[in-house]
């Protein structure tokens, strides 16, 4: 047989390495966003008066596979190094995860709200907006006032309290919002606290094994898995995930915990496929909630910010970028 002249071998070959070529694009078209195109979004979710201890006597599957799924703290402490004087209650708490920073910033000393310096230190909405004006912003809340005096820069602000004061329905509502939301348009950021935990331990007691305190806690699961599982619907869509509380307690309350560790310790999760594995080595803060958001989000953190908190959990790549310390 004889051998092909080469304009008809190279014809042939470069025919072959187009098809190639061409199947690949097709391929690449088809085939669903990477990890790294798809979208980045984040979710602030906050369980008032949770402690861990407690958590881990509870049957909480959806706040388990989030550790499995990412990194957490038992021991995420609500007060600083530079600064311990305001009282161990709801409204500093709420106001340093919001914003990232202490209470001698923020001015938050007590659940009076008496003179907050939000203008100066805002929700962390601000600095998601600023970078992007045309992000979606939205909080979901039913301790008003979270929505009344924290809540800046969104799009969509949504205050299930209820007249009764029933924080189960309340949470229930706000479970449920949350999910119409997701359904609806997806935000960029997304802040959801649920309150039952805190009403159960200031009626019963906030210990592990005190039954309608970790009745509770599993019934905030749940509805933390229905969010979970209208999350995953966003296929097109990475999500980080950054679980915290405002305190622990001990008895029915949780004022004056500066030196108790079952009130000052809070607890921090940060779970995604954006998150590193395991448990963390380093102390970490509440306030480390919101740099972390925000440099997941591409948001480079300015000094100027004057944030105390610092991007904890991320893996590699995303926590380089992150500027600020405590």
């Known amino acids: 047989m004889q051998d092909r002249p080469c304009t008809q071998v190279a014809f042939s070959e470069i025919t072959m390495m187009f098809a ?12 669903p966003l990477s990890a790294a195109e ?6 602030l979710l906050g369980i008032d008066g949770c402690r861990f201890d407690a958590l881990q006597k509870a049957k909480t599957p959806n706040l388990d596979r989030l550790m499995a799924e990412g990194i957490y703290s038992p021991t995420a402490l609500i007060l600083g190094d530079r600064y311990r004087k305001n009282d161990t209650i709801s409204g500093p708490g709420w106001g340093s995860i919001n914003t990232g920073v202490w209470a001698d910033k923020h001015n938050v000393q007590g659940n009076q709200f008496k003179e907050p310096r939000f203008d100066k230190f805002p929700h962390f909405f601000h600095y998601v907006k600023l970078a992007d004006p045309k992000a979606r912003t939205a909080s979901i809340i039913n301790w008003s006032p979270i929505a009344r005096y924290i809540v800046s820069s969104a799009d969509v602000s949504v205050d299930t309290t209820n007249s009764e004061k029933a924080y189960d329905k309340a949470d229930a509502d706000a479970a449920a919002e949350a999910i119409r939301l997701l359904a609806a348009e997806s935000p960029t950021a997304l802040m959801l606290y649920l309150g039952e935990v805190d009403e159960a331990g200031h009626a019963h007691g ?43 307690g001990a008895g029915t309350g949780h004022s004056n915990g500066h030196t108790n560790p079952d009130i000052l310790h809070s607890f921090l999760i940060v779970s995604g496929a ?26 480079k953190i300015d000094d100027a910010w004057q944030l105390d908190g610092h991007a904890v959990g991320l893996k590699l790549q995303q926590a380089d970028q992150a500027t600020s310390a405590k």
Request: hydrophobic share 45%; charged share 20%.
């Open 206 to 248: 906030f210990h592990p094994s005190v039954p309608p305190y970790i009745a509770a806690i599993e019934n905030v699961d749940s509805l933390i898995g229905s969010v979970l599982d209208a999350i995953e619907k966003r296929t097109d869509e990475e999500w980080l995930i950054v679980v915290t509380s405002d305190h622990g």
């Open 20 to 31: 190639r070529m061409l199947t690949l694009l097709l391929l690449a078209v088809a085939a």
């Open 274 to 299: 954006g998150a590193q594995r395991g448990k963390f080595d380093e102390q970490v803060y509440i306030v480390d909630a919101v740099p972390t958001l925000l440099t997941y989000l591409g948001i």
């Open 38 to 43: 798809k979208e980045k979004h984040v979710l």
